[in-house]
């Protein structure tokens, strides 16, 4: 029998009602923005449930919205049921000024790399990741490169002049 996301996100209400924050369908895939303090339990309820089985981690990556005051961080989660062939987008909203959220490499253990990533590029630390470090940035970096925090050009390079360009 095949998921359908009405399906998904009243087994989700019913067990998480008061921490969803929103859900919409874009592009024919459910998204679901959830409490970030809940992460860890809803992605286990979701691996559990003999319903839903949401066996297998697609991706974990990080978002940076510097207009959305209050929750300007995010982690992205997408899962996938094999059993049902239905994937599901979970977003997890965080202040900029407390980036932690609960690791999920004890769920799924391919969350390892990609939580490491994520906090290399984003700084949201993942509280009880079995060894969170930088993986692809310079262990001294002080900054996440990912963050909106600087301008994307620099201003003062005198070869980024447009009259070299024709303009």
């Not at 839903?52 to 899962?79: A, I, Y």
């Not at 002080?142 to 390079?157: A, H, I, T, V």
Request: aromatic content about 12%.
């Amino acid at each position: 029998m095949a998921l359908t996301h009405e399906q998904v996100l009243e087994k989700l209400q019913s067990n998480f009602g008061a921490d969803i924050l929103s859900s919409s369908i874009p592009y024919d895939m459910l998204k679901v923005e959830i409490s970030a303090s809940k992460n860890a339990e809803v992605v286990s309820f979701l691996k559990e449930n003999a319903d839903l089985q949401f066996n297998f981690l697609t991706d974990l990556c990080g978002v940076h919205m510097p207009d959305q005051k209050g929750k300007e961080l995010g982690v992205v989660v997408h899962l996938h049921s094999f059993i049902h062939n239905y994937r599901l987008r979970l977003v997890f909203w965080m202040p900029e000024q407390a980036p932690e959220i609960n690791t999920l490499s004890s769920i799924h253990a391919g969350a390892n790399w990609m939580e490491r990533e994520t906090y290399d590029f984003f700084g949201i630390k993942f509280t009880g990741h079995p060894d969170l470090r930088r993986i692809l940035n310079v262990d001294h970096m002080d900054f996440f490169p990912l963050l909106k925090q600087y301008p994307l050009e620099d201003s003062s390079r005198e070869d980024k002049d447009d009259r070299f360009f024709g303009r």
